[in-house]
């Protein structure tokens, strides 16, 4: 619901705040991936080493990767990818 909500205040001109501080976003992401994972079993593969630092909004970070991941994940986009591939073949 947060990211409507803050969209919705974006188009009405006012501004969204922003929780920033250092964080990893090698560790945001494997943790947002690993916590999908028991949706989508067997989608995801993390291939980072080390540790990421950066000055962000740890929480606003995460939404993203949570819905990069889940959409790219998401089933019905794999079946009307197929369905899209039969009907070219």
Do not use: W, Y
């Amino acid at each position: 619901m947060a990211p409507r909500l803050d969209a919705s205040q974006i188009k009405a001109g006012k501004r969204v705040s922003l929780n920033v501080s250092e964080c990893d976003l090698h560790a945001i992401t494997l943790q947002a991936l690993e916590e999908l994972s028991a949706v989508f079993t067997d989608r995801f593969v993390l291939k980072a080493e080390g540790v990421l630092n950066l000055v962000a909004d740890p929480t606003g970070l995460r939404r993203i990767v949570e819905n990069l991941a889940s959409n790219a994940a998401a089933p019905e986009l794999f079946s009307t990818f197929s369905e899209f591939s039969r009907l070219r073949s």
